[in-house]
Protein backbone atom coordinates (compact mmCIF):
# COMPACT_ATOMS: atom_id res chain seq x y z
CA UNK A 1 0.00 0.00 0.00
CA UNK A 2 1.15 3.71 -1.00
CA UNK A 3 -0.33 6.87 0.38
CA UNK A 4 0.55 10.22 -1.31
CA UNK A 5 0.43 13.36 -0.50
CA UNK A 6 0.65 16.49 -2.72
CA UNK A 7 1.53 19.89 -1.95
CA UNK A 8 2.90 23.10 -3.58
CA UNK A 9 0.25 24.42 -5.28
CA UNK A 10 -1.15 27.81 -5.32
CA UNK A 11 -1.60 31.14 -7.69
CA UNK A 12 0.74 32.13 -9.91
CA UNK A 13 1.26 34.63 -12.77
CA UNK A 14 1.44 33.64 -16.51
CA UNK A 15 5.29 32.94 -17.04
CA UNK A 16 5.88 32.19 -13.36
CA UNK A 17 6.93 28.96 -11.76
CA UNK A 18 5.90 26.27 -9.10
CA UNK A 19 7.42 23.52 -7.83
CA UNK A 20 5.12 20.75 -6.73
CA UNK A 21 5.77 18.07 -4.56
CA UNK A 22 4.56 14.41 -3.95
CA UNK A 23 5.24 12.63 -0.28
CA UNK A 24 4.94 9.10 -0.17
CA UNK A 25 4.61 6.40 2.41
CA UNK A 26 5.97 2.92 2.30
CA UNK A 27 9.30 1.40 1.62
CA UNK A 28 9.46 0.20 -1.92
CA UNK A 29 9.04 4.08 -3.11
CA UNK A 30 11.71 3.47 -5.38
CA UNK A 31 10.49 0.63 -7.18
CA UNK A 32 7.24 2.02 -8.82
CA UNK A 33 6.79 4.60 -11.47
CA UNK A 34 5.97 8.11 -10.43
CA UNK A 35 3.66 10.16 -12.60
CA UNK A 36 1.71 13.48 -12.44
CA UNK A 37 -1.81 13.86 -14.13
CA UNK A 38 -3.68 16.79 -14.22
CA UNK A 39 -7.37 17.82 -14.78
CA UNK A 40 -8.63 21.00 -16.00
CA UNK A 41 -12.21 22.08 -15.04
CA UNK A 42 -14.41 20.49 -17.65
CA UNK A 43 -11.85 18.30 -18.90
CA UNK A 44 -10.35 14.78 -18.70
CA UNK A 45 -7.80 13.80 -16.38
CA UNK A 46 -4.76 14.12 -19.07
CA UNK A 47 -0.93 12.65 -18.56
CA UNK A 48 1.81 15.48 -17.88
CA UNK A 49 5.14 13.49 -16.62
CA UNK A 50 5.96 10.39 -15.30
CA UNK A 51 9.72 9.32 -14.32
CA UNK A 52 11.28 5.42 -13.44
CA UNK A 53 14.35 3.83 -12.61
CA UNK A 54 15.38 4.21 -16.45
CA UNK A 55 14.11 7.77 -17.33
CA UNK A 56 11.39 10.10 -17.72
CA UNK A 57 8.35 10.66 -20.00
CA UNK A 58 7.00 14.72 -20.82
CA UNK A 59 3.55 15.61 -22.50
CA UNK A 60 4.47 17.31 -25.75
CA UNK A 61 2.51 20.24 -23.86
CA UNK A 62 4.46 20.62 -21.14
CA UNK A 63 8.13 19.61 -22.67
CA UNK A 64 10.78 22.30 -22.29
CA UNK A 65 8.82 24.04 -19.15
CA UNK A 66 8.33 20.80 -16.68
CA UNK A 67 10.81 18.90 -14.98
CA UNK A 68 9.84 15.87 -13.01
CA UNK A 69 12.47 14.32 -10.76
CA UNK A 70 12.54 12.10 -7.63
CA UNK A 71 14.38 11.70 -4.43
CA UNK A 72 14.43 7.93 -3.15
CA UNK A 73 15.87 8.57 -0.08
CA UNK A 74 12.99 11.36 0.74
CA UNK A 75 10.35 8.90 -1.09
CA UNK A 76 8.98 12.26 -2.93
CA UNK A 77 8.61 13.38 -6.23
CA UNK A 78 8.79 16.69 -7.65
CA UNK A 79 7.24 18.50 -10.43
CA UNK A 80 9.25 21.59 -11.31
CA UNK A 81 6.99 23.82 -13.49
CA UNK A 82 7.92 26.63 -15.40
CA UNK A 83 7.00 29.25 -17.56
CA UNK A 84 3.53 28.59 -16.75
CA UNK A 85 0.70 29.43 -19.10
CA UNK A 86 -3.03 29.54 -18.04
CA UNK A 87 -4.20 26.31 -19.90
CA UNK A 88 -2.19 24.77 -17.20
CA UNK A 89 -4.79 25.40 -14.68
CA UNK A 90 -5.47 22.60 -12.69
CA UNK A 91 -5.59 20.24 -10.15
CA UNK A 92 -2.51 18.33 -10.25
CA UNK A 93 -2.83 14.99 -9.28
CA UNK A 94 0.51 12.45 -8.24
CA UNK A 95 -0.05 8.69 -8.82
CA UNK A 96 2.36 5.00 -8.62
CA UNK A 97 2.22 2.44 -10.49
CA UNK A 98 4.40 -0.22 -11.65
CA UNK A 99 5.54 0.74 -15.05
CA UNK A 100 5.74 4.52 -16.99
CA UNK A 101 2.44 4.78 -18.72
CA UNK A 102 0.30 8.08 -20.18
CA UNK A 103 -2.47 5.90 -19.16
CA UNK A 104 -4.01 6.94 -15.89
CA UNK A 105 -5.52 3.59 -15.62
CA UNK A 106 -2.08 2.02 -15.60
CA UNK A 107 -1.65 3.79 -11.79
CA UNK A 108 -2.54 1.83 -8.74
CA UNK A 109 -2.21 4.56 -6.14
CA UNK A 110 -3.51 8.36 -6.23
CA UNK A 111 -2.63 11.30 -4.09
CA UNK A 112 -5.49 14.11 -3.60
CA UNK A 113 -4.56 16.72 -5.80
CA UNK A 114 -3.52 20.02 -5.44
CA UNK A 115 -4.94 23.25 -7.51
CA UNK A 116 -2.59 25.10 -9.52
CA UNK A 117 -4.28 28.22 -10.94
CA UNK A 118 -1.90 30.43 -13.57
CA UNK A 119 -3.68 34.04 -13.84
CA UNK A 120 -3.12 35.90 -17.32
Known amino acids: QVQLVESGGGLVQAGGSLRLSCAASGRTFGSYAMGWFRRAPGKEREFVAAISWNGASYADSVKGRFTISRDNAKNTVYLQMNSLKPEDTAVYYC???????????????WGQGTQVTVSS
Open 95 to 109: AAGPLITTDDGGYNY
